[in-house]
């Protein structure tokens, strides 16, 4: 009775831990609709302020996006997942001759606006703001 008690568990436990463990699904048009479109990343920094220009469209039925900056080249994204209220872009830079992974989060807040926050290699360097839609008329996604 005790042996099989414990399979039973052992059972559940790798059935709720195997679960836990499944990556989040690639986000859909849908769930990204409101941040399809051209956006200016405004943030905050330990070493102070950057500006990111980020665009999120779908493409061959899947939600992809492009990061750029000043100081760094066209990043394409194709790791786009959704959250609770927002997206997770997730992508990889060259810094140097090494890879650096860097998580987009965009949240949709209360009042409206979406806050954006990059985190880049683990946590090694964050960064924090908002992100602004680009004006259609002047600023076409490409």
């Known amino acids: 009775m005790i042996s099989t008690a414990i399979?039973?568990?052992?059972?559940?436990?790798?059935?709720?831990?195997?679960?836990?463990?499944q990556p989040p699904a690639q986000?859909?048009?849908t769930e990204a609709a409101?941040?399809?479109?051209?956006?200016?990343?405004?943030?905050?920094?330990?070493?102070g302020p950057?500006?990111?220009?980020?665009?999120?469209?779908?493409?061959?039925?899947?939600?992809?996006?492009?990061?750029?900056?000043?100081t760094m080249p066209a990043q394409a994204i194709t790791d786009v997942t959704k959250a609770a209220k927002g997206l997770v872009l997730r992508y990889s830079f060259d810094y140097?001759?090494?890879a650096v992974d860097a998580v987009l989060r965009l949240t949709a807040a209360a009042d409206g606006k979406v806050e954006a926050q990059i985190d880049f290699a683990?946590?090694?360097?964050?960064?924090?703001?908002?992100?602004?839609?680009?004006?259609?008329?002047h600023h076409p996604v490409p």
């Not at 990111?52 to 469209?57: P, T």
């Not at 683990?122 to 008329?137: H, L």
Request: glycine share 14%; hydrophobic share 45%.
């Open 50 to 70: 950057g500006t990111f220009d980020l665009v999120v469209k779908v493409e061959k039925e899947k939600v992809v996006g492009v990061i750029t900056s000043a």
């Open 27 to 29: 986000a859909t048009a």
């Open 122 to 137: 683990g946590g090694a360097y964050v960064m924090s703001g908002t992100a602004t839609k680009k004006d259609k008329a």
């Open 96 to 98: 140097q001759g090494n």
């Open 7 to 21: 399979a039973t568990a052992a059972v559940i436990l790798g059935f709720v831990f195997n679960v836990a463990q």
């Open 34 to 47: 409101q941040f399809i479109g051209g956006w200016t990343l405004a943030l905050e920094g330990p070493n």
